[in-house]
């Protein structure tokens, strides 16, 4: 029912900012969480940020706090991931991605999200 496409990445230095954004065509309502993941070559997918729609209750990952930004814009359907201080670590597929309803205590994985993106690649040169 909802449909997520990515958009941001590309190629950029270590130590830039890249900001991602994942504009959604289906409707969301206001208990949905909008997620970011990503995955790297060989490496699991890994949680990166959600945020609840309705209220901009906002998780990260550990790793990530400080460095990265998730936040939305409802009038436009669309959440972002502000990434700053990249690293060679970042470099993944970043993958956008919605859930109807979470378990409160499993907002961060991933098998609680019933929609995905298409994915969009960030790589960071050093």
């Known amino acids: 029912q909802v449909q997520l496409v990515e958009s941001g990445g590309g190629l950029v230095q270590a130590g830039g900012s890249l900001r991602l954004s994942c504009a959604a065509s289906?409707?969301?309502?206001?208990?949905?969480?909008m997620g970011w993941f990503r995955q790297a070559p060989e490496k699991e997918r890994e949680f990166v940020a959600t945020?609840?729609?309705?209220?901009?209750?906002?998780n990260y990952a550990d790793s990530l706090k400080g460095r990265f930004t998730i936040s939305r814009d409802n009038a436009k359907n669309t959440v972002y991931l502000q990434m700053n201080s990249l690293n060679a670590e970042d470099t993944a597929v970043y993958y956008c991605?919605?859930?109807?309803?979470?378990?409160?205590?499993?907002?961060?994985?991933?098998?609680?999200?019933?929609?995905w993106g298409q994915g969009t690649q960030v790589t960071v040169s050093s």
């Open positions: 991605a919605a859930a109807r309803t979470v378990w409160g205590s499993m907002i961060r994985t991933w098998d609680e999200y019933d929609y």
């Open positions: 289906g409707r969301i309502s206001s208990a949905y969480f």
């Open positions: 945020i609840r729609w309705g209220d901009g209750y906002t």
